[in-house]
């Protein structure tokens, strides 16, 4: 079982946060519950940091700097679009930001957000769970799951993070400034994306006469499947159906139905028979890209072919 040490606990210090949203309450009860000493939380509102505080055994604060003084590490955990305000109001606050490790938990945003951070004395980075916050209350009780990334550049402080993120039981990448934007692209793809194949999978199931409900539960364990089969056995040995199969004809046969329906509903304004078809042609062919990853001997150009049309 990994373990924070007292070394690594001592080269983090105290660490505060400026925000107490989700992502504040969820790695404040997070570090708190492996040890880690908090100062506490300053927030746009106070009763949300007050709040924060009461939920991880800290201190709420009104004043800013005050917070700054008590604290060795700050995680800003505020929205993308008030980070930089953020920053750029902490670089004038008397308490001064020498030696400070300043955080910012952005999936998208470099450390390079942090203007003039050169003559402050302090360092910068990201530091982003690769996890879905969806819980302020009980998020943090899954985040041991979850990849870290931390951005910024190579000093003492950023393996002291690594320590202690490591030292929580957490995997953590680095990953340079110029690969931010995609990193977090792929983070969209795996996972908001699938809420939009879902919705597309529920409106053709509904245009066949189920209710939303029923759809929903008659996709819930196709796609609780394929992510446990993803899990277990990565994503090239859990590809099946006709494009694993090289059944040319069954995909064949979709297309022409998006066809044939467009033409008996119109368009109906809960119908996207274009957005579907593209949506359907695009994916399937990632869909033979990876077949032909799993079966390397076999032929899939009638496929290749079909998607092109």
């Known amino acids: 079982m990994n373990q924070i040490t007292e070394q690594v606990l001592q080269k983090v210090g105290r660490i505060g946060f400026i925000g107490a949203g989700k992502a504040g309450f969820t790695l ?21 940091a007050k709040e924060a505080a009461e939920f991880t055994n800290s201190k709420a604060y009104k004043d ?13 955990t505020v929205p993308d679009g008030q980070i930089k305000d953020v920053w750029d109001y902490m670089r004038t606050l008397p308490a001064g930001l020498a030696d400070k490790t300043v955080c910012h938990v952005s999936g998208s945003l470099s450390s390079s ?22 819980d302020r209350q009980s998020s943090y009780k899954e985040l041991f799951k ?21 030292g929580c039981g957490n995997a953590v990448e680095f990953i340079t400034e110029e690969n931010k934007a995609l990193y977090h692209a792929a983070a969209v793809t795996a996972s908001n994306f699938v809420v939009g194949l879902s919705y597309l ?3 053709m199931l509904q245009e066949c006469g189920f209710s939303e409900e029923t759809a929903q539960k ?3 364990p196709l796609l609780l499947g394929n992510v446990e089969n993803i899990c277990r056995q990565g994503t090239v040995e859990a590809l099946t159906g006709p494009v694993e199969r090289n059944d040319a004809k069954t995909v064949l046969r979709h297309l022409s139905a998006f066809a044939e329906h467009s033409k008996t509903v119109g368009q109906q304004e809960d119908w996207n028979g274009n957005l579907v078809e593209d949506v359907y042609r695009d994916m399937t062919k990632v869909l033979v890209k990876i077949a032909q990853e799993k079966h390397q001997y076999m032929d899939y150009g009638k496929l290749k072919e079909i998607l092109e049309k």
């Open 201 to 203: 999978g529920s409106q």
């Open 113 to 134: 957000i942090f203007s003039g951070m050169e003559r402050t004395g302090a360092v910068g980075f990201s530091v982003h769970p690769l996890f879905a916050i969806s």
């Open 28 to 48: 404040g009860k997070y570090f708190a519950e492996h040890g880690v000493l908090l100062s506490g939380y300053a927030s746009q509102h106070f009763q949300s």
């Open 146 to 166: 979850c990849v870290f990334t931390i951005e910024g550049k190579e000093h003492p402080k950023r393996q002291a993070l690594y320590e202690l993120l490591t």
């Open 64 to 76: 800013e700097n005050e917070l700054l003084l008590s604290s060795d590490t700050l995680f800003l």
């Open 218 to 220: 008659a996709l819930s």
